[in-house]
Structures are given as structure tokens and as C-alpha cells.
């Protein structure tokens, strides 16, 4: 049976749905709205036990998912939420070993979604003109053990990357549209490329330069999540939502510039 160790990071789940995530450390202690948790009465604890805080409340020990992870971080930014980052991993194949180029660093939610597809053999190259985010995401990285997956580089994109023949490259950036020439230069023929904008408009851009540029199965999509209230005998859907966040566009770049189709005669 696995237990609560020196140095684990834990989730506490209140019966309430509060959520507090935890590094171990004895002789240290957890404050929640319901009390507090002394460290050492975790450890060696089984995770899906119930504990009670100081004030006798009850909490679950569980180890935290990645949505648990990212949902946490601290954000100075809007952040590229799950429902976006899973689906991107997916489309742009992120697999242990691969290189991943990300543009737009942001507060880093994006990056430990990728860090964590590209573990343990593969390297996150994160991008981003103002080094105060560079920083901010690099806290985040460290506190969950992340920091050796990546390397940040401050610096705009007009210059291009330093990577080239990467498997795949993510942008969340303002224009990305500006940009499709160097992202063609740092992927391998045939690899992965993912974008995340907030207006149609945006897309449009994105996708004439993409089409410009030889990229072939293009896709748009947008990613709604409607959560339900988990009361069996009131089931219905929660009273709010986090509904448009954004677009996401993919593509690949072909070997070939597109050639134009001849028009029936």
C-alpha cells in the first residue's frame, strides 16, 4: 500500500471540494480554512485515507493529478486551461523523448502539461520576450520537481528559434500569424504544430499564412467542459462554466510548397 513520504507532493481534499496541494517536509505544518495539519501526521499515512485536521475536520490524502497541478500554479497570466492542454497533447503526439518548442511561457501551466508528456528522456524549449513570466513559471516548474525537463529562453520570435528538427511547437502568443516561417525553420518535416487564440480573427490570419506556408491538415477547434453538480437525485449541470477560452489550430508542414489546383476546363 503506498504511503505519504518525505518530500511527496499530496493533494488534501476537504469534504467540501477545497483542494489544498502540499509538499512534505517534517516538522512542518498545513493551514486550511477548516485547521491546520501538522506534516508529520501525514506521513506515513496511506494515500486515500481520511485525515482529520486539528479542529477534527476530515480530509482526504490523494496524490494530485496534472490537473491538479496546473490548476494550481501561481498565475500573473490567463493560463492555457486542461481542457485545452490535454487535447493539444494528444493532437501534437507529446511523447516521452520528444522536443517540444513552446512560445509564450506565460505563467507556466502549459509548460508542465508538456514537461510532463516529454518525461523523463525529452526537453521542453519554452520561449517568452518578458523574463518577470520566465521567472514566475520557473517557480512553478521547481516546486513540482520540473525544472531540469526545461530550458527558458527570453526573447521575442522575430529572430526565429535556436531548435531545429523538433517534434513538435506550441504557440500562445499574440500574433502568431507573424511567426509561421520560424516555426516552419525549427520543425521537422511532417511534425507538430499547435496554436492557442482568442479571436476569430486571429484564426483567420493564422490559418492564410499556415496554408501560405505548406502546412497541410489544418483543424480549429473549440473545447467547451460543462460540469455536472454530483448529487445523484438533483443531477443537472453546474451553475457556472468556464466556457470560450480560446481557438486551437493545428497543422503539420509539408517537404513541399503548395502548388495551386488547375481549374476544370
Do not use: W
Amino acid at each position: 500500500m503506498a504511503v505519504a513520504e518525505v518530500q511527496d507532493l499530496v493533494l488534501l481534499l476537504g469534504k467540501d471540494g477545497k483542494r489544498f496541494l502540499v509538499r512534505l517536509s517534517p516538522g512542518e505544518q498545513l493551514h486550511t480554512h477548516r485547521g491546520f495539519f501538522k506534516h508529520d501526521d501525514i506521513l506515513g499515512q496511506p494515500f486515500g485515507s481520511q485525515l482529520p485536521s486539528h479542529l477534527g475536520y476530515p480530509f482526504y490524502l490523494l496524490r494530485p493529478s496534472i490537473h491538479d497541478l496546473i490548476m494550481n500554479v501561481k498565475r500573473e497570466s490567463q493560463i492555457i486551461y486542461p481542457k485545452e492542454s490535454g487535447y493539444a497533447l494528444l493532437k501534437m503526439n507529446v511523447l516521452p523523448g520528444s522536443r517540444v518548442v513552446e512560445a509564450g511561457t506565460g505563467s507556466g501551466a502549459m509548460t508542465i502539461a508538456l514537461v510532463r508528456g516529454v518525461m523523463p528522456s525529452g526537453k521542453v524549449y519554452s520561449y517568452d520576450r518578458r523574463q518577470d513570466m520566465i521567472d514566475l513559471a520557473g517557480r512553478n516548474l521547481s516546486k513540482l520537481g520540473f525544472q531540469d525537463y526545461v530550458e527558458f529562453k527570453c526573447r521575442g520570435l522575430a529572430e526565429g528559434f535556436d531548435e531545429t528538427e523538433v517534434d513538435a511547437l506550441f504557440m500562445d502568443v499574440r500574433e502568431p500569424h507573424h511567426y509561421v516561417s520560424q516555426v516552419r525553420e525549427a520543425l521537422a518535416p511532417g511534425a507538430f504544430f499547435g496554436a492557442l487564440v482568442p479571436t476569430t480573427n486571429q484564426v483567420s490570419a493564422l490559418l492564410e499564412r499556415l496554408e501560405d506556408g505548406g502546412f497541410v491538415d489544418l483543424e480549429v477547434s473549440e473545447i467547451l467542459v460543462r460540469h455536472y453538480k454530483t448529487v445523484p437525485e438533483r443531477l443537472r449541470p453546474e451553475d457556472r462554466m468556464v466556457a470560450h477560452t480560446g481557438y486551437l489550430v493545428f497543422g503539420r508542414p509539408s517537404i513541399e510548397q503548395p502548388c495551386s489546383t488547375p481549374e476544370s476546363e
